[in-house]
Structure formats: structure tokens, C-alpha cells
């Protein structure tokens, strides 16, 4: 992999789409739209960039595991918050794992790249002692139950980010996919 | 009064342009370790956190909420403040009004600002009126430059003095580790870089910065048992600024008293303080540009109006100097703005331990004058003593 | 250790109705017809330009004492804004150069205005001179700041 | 406690689900200027007066970086301290509480603000979430507080009706409270027939959209004495934060309101809170937050607070009342929130109440929550004087 430079300011406007300044919807009471729009730029640092590498190249999901408490963290993460000790020992966790809970939201917001309804859930992967918050998908919603066996699905384009899984979905021998 | 206030502890990042190899949470978590290893605690040792940044410079509503992991806040108390430029130094007053209440023993206070995640410039486009001047509004150049102008009209002094006063920022920030410029600058250099608006030019304001400090605050039982000699915030003061001169591009038809004027002269009174030149030793002063180190220096009082520039001409602010100012490198060196009133604290009270490096101030240290400035001309002072 | 660099991008794009409150209201709804007001504490008696509804001396409401004002004015502080700055107003860099100037308006002495200025040639803008607002005309007016262009420079 | 510090005045605007015609600074100085009417105080610089203004907003609602600039003017910060706590409003109280407490003032005016009705709060709490692996996904605190809900309710059986009476018992309270925005007698049917938001919680089972502010003075004992013949004495008080990524916590256990509540519990000496306290005024975003935070502030035992709703006791007239002043069900702003718990309870102590007043309510607790899922909370006690 090329080392990629972070991207300049300009590159980063490129990306919103100019509108006008604003515009008055009512002159009493006075009353007008004003835009507030900024693209921000996040550097994941190095336990994220690490677990988001291995999610595009290999599909692996990987852990954190701290030496301390024990408790093996996915997706992980720098510090402990509990011990408040870096993590440096990672592990690799199935793609597998039990339904913690989950929602069916029916509202589409401008951020969301597809219509509602969108299904959110909370995974606890073989082998993490926390959960992984993503998308559910391939779901019968009238099935879906806490303790449900999940299995994370990949998308084929991978940037190197947590939309890098798809969603988790339903392991067929539990569940009931479409 | 309440319980008297110490610092023990004092940590902070280096300051860069770029930190690209760390997210917000593992750089406050950088500045917070090292507040604890300098006072030699854990944790598990702090009863209380109050952290601060601009939300959205980084664009995190509840950035506290977002930094738990990395400020060590997990099931412990803690507060968000925000008051823009002056944030930093707000979150220590933050911090000194709950050691003062007797109820917790040690406060940790973090201030931090990561600007590679957006140009701020933008950012504070949106501390402007939408409906009136949001639109025009572009950073604060303008303020300082109508600062340098009057100033120079009025007592006759020269760019070249402003000049001079940002060599030195760059001299002390050199000596400094963990400034984010240390540029080695002559006179010619400053008078050839850009103007930005005149007299102010590229080299006279400051940079933006990632960076993040950390303090640990106790009370007295606490910090006669500290690693490190404790160095006392004796007394606070903050004043803020009315809209209308905001609003008026910060420029007043006729000029007023300053929030600076008002919250000095009440700090001054309240601890004896008659001769401030006399009786404080170490100044770090919050000088977004260097153009805004005269008017700050006669607003505290540190020499009679018009009197700033002749004492800089004569280098007396070094850090050889009778007067030393921002021996740190100031907020011209180093700007992570929700840090940046934080660190003046950190680095007086460096100065006061006599930890700070090569940067140590020559003369006797045992009080100083910190100070955040920010938004429309508001202010926090902090006055610091080696003694009780 | 990967020695990559990720970052994401996350835009923020909020979109506000925002309310002038009657204050502002009605000195946007002024300039729709050309007018420049402002409105007097009953405290300490002075004008606020913009009108607020407080006055941060008095902490007392501003009432109804409007104040028509002069379109001309002296410039007492101006600054030239050169640098591409990207406007989250607009989602978009903001068009430079163009000056910007705080502006006693002639019988508003308290309070300074804020707007651009015609003229952008840095040697040609001093302290002292004599400005007039230009107004769109009537019909392209929409109660807004933008209502007056610039101020020219008279005299 | 070195210094005791009681409640002077509150004021308040009326809640509504927009304001069109007030501008932020209008919208704060309105309570503000009710309460020095009211109270005759002034903002003083030789302790006759109001010291210092701590307000409460956000930048991201205001749309406005350093949002207390439209707070200055109106309360008292010109050439005098103002500081503002970005989190929820019982925040502001608490760090008033303590200023006073250390010495350094002796009254202070606390002032929150929000209009939430200028923009999609929803997008402003997708900001409020972490970007590397929460915000991408384009979660708001509806959809994560439903993940919450299905979880809690699951663990502990609890009922989307008992979710549903929580709504009917808020929204009625609410017909006494002149301020008040939703007020009305539902039905359950018709809190389970109202629009499914995110499963579980559906559109009556939120707080609806709201604007306004709330203000309130505190003071150091012996000038609330001189100023008020109704004190109220601010008696314990506790905050705590957890961990932010939902993953990451139980959420069904909200341990950092117990960890909040015993630090306030302690400082004022409750040993059991379901007697020591006469009324509760709580942040409840969602309906079933009513009886997660029910258990979280030991009230009752963990998974009980289903049963402690049907049996009646957080009714008025029940032994340990909830929200008689309709809570956020029935429309309070963010960030106002918690401040606005302390001015209903403060109206409930000194007996201002009407038709939901509390027989011989002594002690109230007030609670406010921030971020995703209740991460934070405070907690606040309040005596009669």
C-alpha cells in the first residue's frame, strides 16, 4: 500500500456542494435559512488505522486485548478506558457472534445514503468482550432476537473504514436470511 | 475562602501543524499521562476532570462525552467548558472553583484542539451574526490591525518594534521543546514576510496548532505531600465583553475601559499587587499577535501608556530580561486554541518550579501573571505563587 | 505497524431557521427600504447598530427609540481580506479580495458599522475617509445585509 | 460543607415547539429578565448583587461557535465574569453550586438556552458521536436510545405499555404547568398508535421538539435569607460520565447515574432515597429512560421500574412522584433540560405548584442527562428551607 498523504483543505471542499448565502423565508417575523456546513477530517491514529487496514486487505477483524482487565476490545481501541493503560496486544476475533440488540429506525436523514427503514444492531463477536455496533442486513425483521448468531458480511470496494463491513446478517443455521 | 488551590501536576504535547499519526483521543491521553507522571500520581489518584475545546473546530457536539477513554474520565465527575480563546484558561478557573469548594481533593484540567480537522479560520466564521456580518467576517487579523495602527499613531513607535517583539517569541519558543514554531527570525525577516492587513503580516499572527496540556490541581493537605513543589493559583478573575463591539468589528467610536483593564484592576486590588512590573515576575500573556503584546502590556499595567514599546526595544521581556513575557514562545509559537489559555498556565507555573529548561527565566521566580484572551475582547487572569 | 496514513472525512452540513427576533428583524426589514436603523437604550441612551434587544450596560430591554441614520459615514478601522477562505455559509470559497471596514455612520456615533467597502486598492483605504452605503435597487432587494453592496467613497 | 448555598429565584420562558420570532439573545434575556424584575437584583461588583453568570448552550445547536455570545449582553457579562458550561443545564447549577461553595462568589445567576426548532437536532447527535465507528454509520440518539430500549426492555420484560404510561402520567402532569408545551390526556393506545420512530420508541415515546430557557439564581446562605422568605437549599450533588462507545457499556445498567447519585446521596445524607425524597424531576428523553433512570437513581431495585410505575408511586400522590411537572415528554429543550428539573422542583418546594403540587414536599431531586444514551449524568438534591 502507497503511503497516502493527508488530504489538503482544498480537497476536502471539493466535497461539499456550494449553495446560496441564504435565503429569508419570512420578513415578519423575520425568519431565514442559514447554512452551517464544514467537512471535517479525522485521522483514525494507530490501533483504528491498524484495525481498518486489516478490514480492507484481509477482511480479518481484529481486537485489542488489555493485560490488565482482559477484557479484549472489537473494534478496538488506544487506551482502556477502565485501567487507563495503552493497549498493545491484539487479537483476532471471528466474524461470527451473538445479537445483542438491535432497532429498526423508519426516518431517512440527509446523511443516510439509502431510503429507510435502516436496522442497527450490536454484535459481540466470538471471542470480544465488547460489542460491535453496525448495520444488520439480509434480516427477516420479525425474526431478529436478542442471542441471534450474526456473521459479518464485507463489502467488495473497501476504503479503510468501518463501512468496510456491510453489515452483519443472520448465520443461516440460526437465523433466517432472504 | 475555600480551600487554596495548587498545581502538582503539569503535562503537555508537543504543538504541531499536522498530527495525523493520533486521533483527539490519544493526544489528550499523551498530555494527561504526563500530568500524572510529573505529579507522580495515577488515575485513580483524580477526583475530578473539566476539559475544554471549540466543538465545532473539530465538528464533535459533546467532544467531553467523545473523550472519556483518552481523559482518564471513566465513572468519575467531570465538566465541558467552552468560553472560545479564553477556554483554556476558563477550564483551570473551572478546576480552581472545585478544589476551592472543598469537595474534591485533585482536579485534572485538559484543554485541547486538534485544527488539522478543519481550517479554523472557517470555523470562526460562525462566531459572527448570520444575519449581519457572518458573511463578511474573516479572522481577527483585522482587530490587531487596527490595534497597530492606533498604537503606532498614537506613541510613535515603529513596525520594526513589533517586529522585534516577535524575535524574541521566537527566540524563547526555540528554547522551548514543545512549541509548534520555532523559527529563527530577524527583524528583516518579519518586516519581508506578508502583509496581511497593515502593519500586521503573516509572521505576526499566530499558527494553528494540534496540541493538548493538562493540568492536576489539589488542595493544600494534598499538595504539601506532592512530588513536585506546589505552585499556587492564588486568586482568578475573568471579564467578558459586550456584542455591540463585536458586533462593530471590535472597533469602538470611543474607546471604552477594556475587560483586560477591569479584571486586572479588581485581581491587582484584591492581592496587593500595586506595582505589577515589581511585584509579578513572570508573564505569560495571551498574545494572539504580536502587534496585541503593547496594548496588553499598558492594559495590565506593566509599564504606563505608551511606555510598551520602549521597554521591548530594550529587550527587557527576554528571558534574561527584568520583565520577562511569554517566556514559552506565546500563543504566536503555539496556538491549539482550546489548549492555548491552559498553557500560559502550565508555563508559569514551569517558571515558578524552576523546571523550565532552557526557557527558565533568569531572574527569581515566585509569581506570575497567566492569562487567556479571546471571542470579543474577554479575559481570564490567573495569578500564580510559589508561595502560600 | 502500518506505516499508512487513513483519514475520514465526515462533513457536518446543517441547515438553520434562524429568527432576527424584532430587534434585527426590523433593521433588515429597514434596509429592504433603504434605510439604515438603529435603536436607542432608554438607560443609558445610546444607539445600538445593529438594534439588539438588550443593552449589555444597562441589562434592560431596548424598547421602540429607532433612530434613522445617515448613509454616510467615516471609516475608523478597515481590514483587506485576501486569502481564500472557504464560507460555511455558502459551502463554498467565499469570493476575494474585498475590504471590510467598521464605519461611524453620521448621527450614529455610539456604535460602529460593519461592511465592505468599494474600494479594495490597499493604498486608497485610510482611517478618516469619507464612505456612502450603495443600496441594490428596490426591486433586487430581499431585507437582507447584502441590501447595500458596499460603501463607496465620496468627497 | 464550608458554605451552604440555596436557590433565590427561577424563572422561566414558556416551552413551544418553535419561537419564530425570537432571536437567541431575545430568547435568553427573556427568564433573565423576569427574574431580576422579580428579585430586584442587579449585577453588582461589591457583593450587593448578582457576582457571575455561568450559562449553558451549545455550539452545534446555536449554529454559532462560542455560543454565549448571545448570552452576554442580556445576563450580565459585560466587563464582568461569564463562563459557560457546554454540557446539559444541571451542569451549570452544579458548577454554580460549587463556585459559591469555595468562596470566591456569592450569587451567581445560572441561564440555559436552546431553540431546538432551527435545525435537525438529529444531525447535530450524529455529530455527537464518535466518527471512526458510530458516526459513519448514520446513527442519531433516537436510533441508539432505541438499541437501549430494545435491550433494557428485553433483559427486564418490560412492556412497551409501561413505556407508553409513562408518556400518559407526563403529559398529564403537564395540563397544571402553565409553561408547559405538550400538555393533554392520552390514552396508551394512542402513545402505541403514534408513529413508529425507531423501534421501540415511537413518536409520542420522545421528547418533542422545543425552544426556550430557563434561569435561575443561587446564592450563599445568609443573602438567600436576606432575599427570600422560600429558600431552597441545595443539599447534595454528584456527576459522573461512562464510556462512550455503545459497544462498550452494559446499557441496560446505567452505572455512572448510581455512581452521580450516590455522591449527591452522600453529600446530603439520604440513606434511602425512595423515603428521604418527596419528588423527582428527571431528564427522561425517551419514555423507558423514565424507568431505566427510576433504577439507576436506586429508587428501585434494578429491572423494577416497570413495577414501580404501575404501582402508582411516581404519580401524583404516589409516595415517590416523577416529573409532576410533565417532564421532557411533554416538551423541555436540550441543554435546558436539567436546569429547568432544578426550576420545577424549586416551584414544587415552595408550594407554587397549583394542580400538581406535592403535599408537604420537603426534599426533591433534580437530574440531568447528557450525550448518547444517558453516557452522563447529574444529580441534585434540594431541601425546603
Given amino acids: 500500500m502507497p503511503n497516502k498523504k493527508p488530504s489538503n483543505y482544498a480537497d476536502m471542499f471539493h466535497l461539499i456542494s456550494p449553495s446560496k448565502p441564504f435565503n429569508v423565508s419570512s420578513l415578519d417575523p423575520y425568519v431565514a435559512e442559514i447554512r452551517l456546513v464544514m467537512p471535517y477530517r479525522y485521522f483514525p491514529g494507530p490501533t483504528a488505522t491498524r484495525f481498518f487496514v486489516e478490514l480492507r486487505d484481509n477482511q480479518r477483524i481484529l481486537g485489542i486485548k488489555c493485560r490488565t482487565c482482559g477484557i479484549v476490545y472489537v473494534p478496538p481501541e488506544t487506551i482502556c478506558g477502565r485501567c487507563f493503560e495503552k493497549l498493545h496486544e491484539w487479537v483476532e476475533v471471528g466474524n461470527q457472534g451473538v445479537l445483542q440488540t438491535y432497532t429498526t429506525s423508519h426516518y431517512t436523514l440527509p446523511i443516510h445514503r439509502n431510503q429507510a427503514p435502516r436496522i442497527y444492531g450490536i454484535v459481540k463477536l466470538d471471542g470480544a468482550d465488547t460489542g460491535f455496533l453496525h448495520h444488520l442486513g439480509e434480516v427477516d425483521v420479525e425474526a431478529l432476537h436478542i442471542g441471534m448468531r450474526m456473521e459479518a458480511v464485507f463489502m467488495e470496494e473497501r476504503a479503510g473504514n468501518v463501512l468496510d463491513i456491510k453489515y452483519f446478517r443472520p448465520v443461516s443455521s440460526s437465523g433466517s436470511p432472504l | 475562602m475555600g480551600e487554596r488551590v495548587a498545581i502538582i501536576g503539569i503535562g503537555q504535547t508537543d504543538h504541531r501543524y499536522l498530527r495525523s499519526d493520533i486521533n483527539h483521543e490519544e493526544m489528550i491521553y499523551e498530555a494527561v499521562r504526563k500530568a500524572l507522571e510529573d505529579a507522580d500520581l495515577t488515575i485513580r489518584d483524580i477526583d475530578t476532570i473539566i476539559i475544554d475545546n471549540m466543538d465545532l473546530f473539530e465538528g464533535h457536539y459533546l467532544s467531553d462525552a467523545m473523550s472519556v477513554d483518552g481523559a482518564g474520565m471513566y465513572l468519575k465527575p467531570g465538566l465541558k467548558m467552552n468560553t472560545g480563546g479564553t477556554s483554556g484558561g476558563t477550564a483551570v478557573v473551572t478546576g480552581w472553583h472545585h478544589i476551592a469548594s472543598g469537595l474534591f481533593e485533585t482536579a485534572l484540567v485538559i484543554g485541547w484542539e486538534k485544527q488539522d480537522a478543519a481550517p479554523s479560520i472557517s470555523a470562526l466564521v460562525t462566531a459572527r451574526e448570520p444575519l449581519y456580518d457572518r458573511g463578511m467576517g474573516a479572522g481577527a487579523v483585522g482587530i490587531f490591525a487596527t490595534m497597530g495602527l492606533k498604537y503606532m499613531r498614537e506613541y510613535g513607535c515603529r513596525e520594526e518594534h513589533a517586529a522585534l517583539a516577535r524575535v524574541i517569541m521566537a527566540d524563547n519558543a526555540r528554547r522551548n521543546p514543545h512549541a509548534h514554531l520555532k523559527l529563527d527570525l530577524t527583524i528583516e525577516d518579519v518586516l519581508k514576510s506578508r502583509v496581511l492587513v497593515w502593519p500586521v503580516r503573516l509572521l505576526h499572527m499566530s499558527p494553528t496548532s494540534c496540541g493538548a496540556a493538562a493540568l492536576i490541581l489539589s488542595n493544600e493537605n494534598k499538595s504539601r505531600r506532592a512530588a513536585k513543589p506546589p505552585v499556587w493559583i492564588k486568586d482568578i478573575e475573568t471579564a467578558h465583553r459586550e456584542q455591540s463591539v463585536w458586533r462593530g468589528g471590535c472597533v469602538e467610536p470611543n474607546p471604552k475601559v477594556t475587560a483586560i483593564e477591569v479584571a486586572a484592576s479588581k485581581l491587582y486590588r484584591r492581592n496587593n499587587i500595586t506595582k505589577p512590573s515589581r511585584d509579578i515576575d513572570v508573564w505569560e500573556l495571551y498574545t494572539p499577535s504580536s502587534w496585541a503584546l503593547f496594548p496588553w502590556m499598558e492594559l495590565f499595567s506593566i509599564c504606563e501608556k505608551g511606555e510598551a514599546w520602549r521597554l521591548v526595544e530594550k529587550e527587557v521581556i527576554r528571558i534574561e530580561g527584568e520583565i520577562p513575557i511569554e517566556p514559552s514562545g506565546g500563543v504566536v509559537s503555539t496556538n491549539p486554541i482550546g489548549a492555548s489559555g491552559l498553557i500560559r498556565v502550565a508555563e508559569a507555573a514551569l517558571q515558578l518550579r524552576g523546571e523550565a529548561g532552557e526557557r527558565q527565566v533568569t531572574k527569581k521566580a515566585e509569581t506570575a501573571i497567566a492569562t487567556a484572551w479571546g471571542a470579543c475582547h474577554w479575559i481570564v487572569i490567573l495569578y500564580l505563587s510559589k508561595h502560600l | 505497524m502500518s506505516a499508512e496514513l487513513l483519514e475520514i472525512i465526515i462533513p457536518l452540513d446543517l441547515r438553520y431557521k434562524y429568527s432576527a427576533g424584532p430587534h434585527l428583524g426590523a433593521f433588515l426589514r429597514a434596509l429592504k427600504v433603504g434605510k439604515i436603523i438603529a435603536n436607542r437604550c432608554p438607560g443609558c441612551r445610546r444607539l445600538q447598530l445593529p438594534p439588539t434587544p438588550v443593552c449589555g450596560r444597562c441589562h434592560i430591554g431596548m424598547g421602540q427609540d429607532w433612530v434613522e441614520l445617515s448613509h454616510q459615514g467615516t471609516v475608523i478601522s478597515y481590514s483587506f481580506v485576501v486569502d481564500p477562505i472557504f464560507d460555511p455559509g455558502l459551502g463554498d470559497m467565499r469570493p476575494v479580495p474585498y475590504t471590510i471596514a467598521a464605519i461611524v455612520l453620521d448621527g450614529g456615533p455610539d456604535v460602529a458599522f460593519f461592511h465592505k467597502l468599494q474600494e479594495n486598492d490597499p493604498s486608497k483605504v485610510k482611517e478618516g475617509m469619507r464612505v456612502e452605503a450603495v443600496f441594490k435597487p428596490l426591486q433586487e432587494r430581499a431585507g437582507t445585509i447584502e441590501d447595500i453592496i458596499h460603501f463607496r467613497t465620496i468627497g | 460543607m464550608a458554605r451552604r448555598v440555596g436557590v433565590v429565584a427561577v424563572a422561566q420562558t414558556k416551552f413551544e415547539e418553535s419561537k419564530p420570532t425570537l432571536h437567541l439573545q431575545d430568547l435568553v434575556f427573556e427568564p433573565v429578565q423576569k427574574i431580576l424584575q422579580e428579585t430586584g437584583l442587579k449585577f453588582t461588583d461589591d ?93 442519531d440518539f433516537t436510533s441508539c436510545a432505541a438499541l437501549q430500549a430494545t435491550q433494557y426492555m428485553h433483559r427486564y420484560g418490560i412492556s412497551s405499555q409501561q413505556c407508553a404510561q409513562v408518556v400518559v402520567k407526563n403529559r398529564r402532569n403537564a395540563i397544571y404547568n402553565p409553561y408547559a408545551q405538550s400538555p393533554g390526556e392520552l390514552t396508551v393506545t394512542d402513545v402505541l398508535g403514534s408513529p413508529m420512530l425507531s423501534d421501540p420508541i415511537r413518536l409520542l415515546d420522545a421528547k418533542p421538539v422545543s425552544d426556550g430557557a430557563s434561569a435561575l439564581i443561587v446564592a450563599v446562605e445568609e443573602k438567600v435569607k436576606k432575599w427570600t422568605d422560600k429558600p431552597v437549599w441545595i443539599e447534595g450533588m454528584g456527576c459522573c460520565y461512562d464510556r462512550h462507545y455503545l459497544g462498550y457499556r452494559d446499557l441496560t445498567d446505567p452505572i455512572s447515574l448510581t455512581e452521580a447519585a450516590k455522591r449527591a446521596y452522600n453529600m446530603a445524607r439520604i440513606s434511602n432515597p425512595r423515603k428521604n425524597i418527596d419528588l423527582v424531576e428527571l431528564s427522561e428523553y425517551y419514555s423507558y429512560q423514565e424507568l431505566l433512570w427510576s433504577e439507576g437513581l436506586l429508587l428501585c431495585e434494578r429491572g423494577d421500574g416497570g413495577r414501580l410505575l404501575e404501582s402508582r408511586a411516581t404519580q401524583i400522590g404516589g409516595d415517590i412522584p416523577i416529573n409532576p411537572s410533565g417532564g421532557l415528554l411533554s416538551g423541555v429543550p436540550v441543554n435546558v433540560a436539567g436546569l429547568n428539573r432544578a426550576v420545577e422542583a424549586v416551584a414544587q418546594l415552595r408550594g407554587e405548584t397549583g394542580g400538581s403540587q406535592i403535599d408537604g414536599a420537603k426534599r426533591a431531586l433534580i437530574h440531568g442527562t447528557g450525550g448518547v444514551c444517558g453516557q452522563m449524568h447529574c444529580v441534585i438534591i434540594l431541601k425546603k428551607g
Fill in chain 4, 47 to 139: 457583593g450587593t448583587g448578582i457576582d457571575a453568570t455561568i450559562s449553558c448552550s451549545q455550539d452545534h445547536w446555536d449554529g454559532w461557535t462560542i455560543s454565549s455570545k448571545n448570552v452576554v449582553d442580556g445576563a450580565g457579562g459585560h466587563l464582568r465574569p461569564e463562563e459557560k458550561v457546554a454540557e446539559d443545564g444541571a451542569y451549570a447549577l452544579y458548577y454554580a453550586a460549587l463556585s459559591i461553595i469555595g468562596g470566591h462568589y456569592d450569587c451567581i445567576l445560572v441561564v440555559a438556552h436552546t431553540k431546538e426548532s432551527q435545525v435537525d437536532g438529529r444531525l447535530i447527535e450524529n455529530a455527537g458521536l464518535e466518527p471512526l465507528y458510530s458516526r459513519m454509520l448514520g446513527l
